[in-house]
């Protein structure tokens, strides 16, 4: 069954993962983030298997969070003030975006292929998780939405925010006919039009305690830039299939930690180009994938003649609670290595079922198991 959230739901209540937990529609944002209430690691002589929360919070942010922004330089609460408030920004300083505003930027997507531009060094900021508040939420409702965020320099945060877009579904119908029986191919299939949140192609880009789903390619689209990093926010469904991504790497270097995702195809990608490397670490996947959890694609995918899987991949430390799915896949050969280790493997009992890779990947010192687990 496809799994998705309606946007009236999303706004009035931030829904964690509709059906795959069991929670109704009726569950709040501040509720949600601290629902998780399975085991998220395990200590064994002295050593931890999975995903641990640090000092600064629970894994996916929102209530508890320990670095939330309450102040800014600028403080907004509708379109025009968020757009002028981000052209005057200079370095160092924050745009806030008051309480649970909703800034609704569909119509100028949609006409005129509109996106925020965040200057060097500033921070856009919301309050979530701030004395129960869902945080304020900018949405496209327009399916063809390039991106929504584009930082313009080096050194911008996003923080505190929700980012809504247009497509939480599957459309396997679509899928199918593209690539299945018919054989319509990738013509037909980019006929239906895709969807990006945050597309950042320059270095040092923070996301932290942010809400995003529900974007066809990306929630966060690494084009190129290295020093990125990613941590306590929650990401789910974008699981439009064939693509569908959490966090999507190109030519970009990033570490992703702390983050809970659920119902996306992939939540962490990478086309397999060279200079792609991630380090994920201390992440939850909380109950549903279409697809393996975390990938590298190969030079299969690309087509370009070379078996190039990325260059550094590192995951450790994570919890995977993802039934009949591999969590890892690696599709090529790194140009480095593909370290997997400490990471705890609740639905699945060998390292075959929950990695898989070729030469330079390395799958060692993982738990295995929910009642028993082992160590492999």
């Given amino acids: 069954m496809t799994q998705h959230c309606d946007r009236r739901s999303f706004l009035k209540n931030s829904v964690l993962a509709l059906g795959a937990t069991g929670l109704s529609v009726e569950t709040t944002a501040s509720q949600a983030v601290s629902l998780f209430e399975k085991p998220s690691w395990i200590e064994r002589s002295g050593k931890v298997y999975g995903a641990k929360p640090d000092n600064k919070g629970p894994v996916g942010g929102g209530p508890g969070y320990l670095d939330i922004v309450t102040k800014g330089d600028f403080e907004v609460d509708d379109f025009d003030g968020l757009v002028n408030a981000l052209k005057k920004a200079g370095p160092g300083q924050t745009v806030l975006i008051k309480g649970e505003a909703e800034i609704d930027l569909t119509a100028d997507v949609y006409i005129d292929d509109f996106f925020l531009e965040i200057p060097a060094g500033v921070t856009l900021a919301g309050n979530r998780g701030h004395n129960g508040s869902a945080g304020a939420i900018i949405t496209s409702d327009a399916l063809k939405t390039t991106q929504m965020i584009k930082p313009l320099g080096p050194g911008v945060r996003i923080t505190g925010i929700r980012l809504k877009g247009p497509n939480p579904k599957r459309y396997m119908r679509h899928h199918t006919r593209a690539f299945g029986e018919e054989k319509r191919g990738s013509s037909y299939y980019y006929k239906f039009p895709t969807s990006n949140g945050i597309v950042c192609d320059t270095d040092r880009l923070t996301v932290d305690n942010c809400e995003i789903t529900a974007f066809a390619h990306s929630g966060i689209y690494l084009k190129s830039g290295v020093g990125h990093h990613l941590h306590h926010n ?57 697809s393996h959890c975390f990938d590298m694609h190969g030079g299969r995918d690309r087509k370009d003649g070379t078996n190039i899987a990325g260059k550094n991949i590192r995951v450790y430390g994570n919890t995977f609670y993802v039934p009949q799915q591999r969590a890892v896949v690696i599709r090529g050969e790194p140009v480095e290595t593909c370290e997997v280790y400490q990471n705890w493997f609740v639905y699945h009992d060998t390292p075959a079922g929950a990695v898989r890779g070729e030469e330079k990947t390395r799958a060692f010192d993982n738990l295995y198991g929910e009642d028993t687990p082992k160590i492999i």
């Fill in 234 to 290: 929650y990401i789910h469904h974008c699981q439009y299939h064939g693509l569908g991504y959490g966090v999507s790497h190109n030519k970009s270097e990033s570490i992703i930690e702390f983050n809970l995702f659920d119902a996306n195809r992939h939540s962490i990608a990478g086309t397999g180009a060279a200079e792609s490397s991630y380090t994920a670490r201390y992440n939850v996947e909380s109950g549903t994938a279409s």
